[in-house]
């Protein structure tokens, strides 16, 4: 059975590329066609209608027809804006790198109606503001979990023992944690304190109303975001680009901010 000229799907705009003069490739992802790619002809002129409704971290209601090589859209409807993204660069990089990481990770044309929710969610969460470290970690873990690439945090990947109540080392090669006997026969390990070990089963495990109760200091929280980062550096075998623009951000704000302490 042929498959139908013209179609319509919710989509998150997660990538946009410039093609020609004025018109625009987009990586949509969708809850039940998975990671799509289509043109929006026109969309870069001023005048041009469908352009808000197809920004960068857009939730819309597309409509496509079927091209010979990437389909065309032909309309566009937002179902959500999610404009507090969109006026925070620091919002708008955390926003950035959960999208970048949905990209890398998904294969073209698979549907995976869960990773999409999860994308969703995460883009809603940091709209209404709290812990947008908590954001992204819960979104790294559940995303990993999703795409086949669950990190083992409950016992050594080495001997199998369950780990004890103190600090152990996790190996990106390995997918997961070592206890301290195994982990010395590996070269690339990252020492976690046990409070660390702690809040990541917790993310892991629980759904984000249970996990968002955890308090996590500045100290735990760069432990935290630095584990995730190797083992996600090590699954794509690259740097995540959005994360060096996040923490060139951060240091940005942090000088403007000791900048404005400073005594004259």
Not at 7 to 32: C, S
Not at 64 to 86: E, W, Y
Not at 187 to 204: D, F, G, I, M, N
Request: with cysteine; proline share 5%; glycine share 4%.
């Amino acid at each position: 059975m042929s498959k139908p000229r013209t179609y319509q799907t919710e989509a998150i705009i997660i990538k946009k590329t410039k093609l020609g003069e004025a018109d625009r490739i987009l990586t949509l992802y969708t809850p039940h066609l998975g990671k799509i790619q289509a043109v929006a002809k026109g969309v870069r002129r001023p005048r041009s209608k469908m352009s808000g409704h197809l920004e960068l971290l857009t939730h819309s209601l597309i409509s496509l027809a079927r091209g010979r090589n990437l389909d065309i859209v032909t309309g566009s409807q937002t179902i959500n804006s999610f404009l507090p993204l969109k006026s925070d660069l620091e919002l708008a990089s955390y926003a950035l790198y959960a999208t970048e990481l949905v990209n890398q990770f998904a294969a073209d044309d698979v549907e995976d109606y869960p990773v999409f929710q999860l994308l969703l969610e995460t883009l809603h969460r940091l709209s209404q503001g709290g812990d947008n470290e908590l954001v992204l970690r819960y979104f790294e873990l559940h995303l990993l979990d999703k795409v086949g690439y669950r990190p083992q945090l409950e016992q050594c990947v080495s001997c199998h023992s369950i780990l004890k109540d103190a600090t152990n080392s996790f190996c990106p090669s390995a997918g997961g944690m070592l206890c301290p006997t195994c982990s010395q026969s590996q070269p690339l390990t990252y020492p976690l304190s046990a409070e660390a070990q702690k809040v990541l089963r917790s993310l892991q495990n629980n759904d984000y109303d249970t996990a968002s109760k955890l308090k996590i200091n500045p100290e735990l929280a760069h432990q935290l975001e630095m584990v995730m980062r190797n083992y996600l550096r090590y699954l794509l075998e690259r740097e995540v680009k959005s994360a060096a623009w996040l923490d060139t951000l951060r240091e940005q704000t942090g000088q403007a901010a000791f900048s404005q302490t400073a005594p004259p």
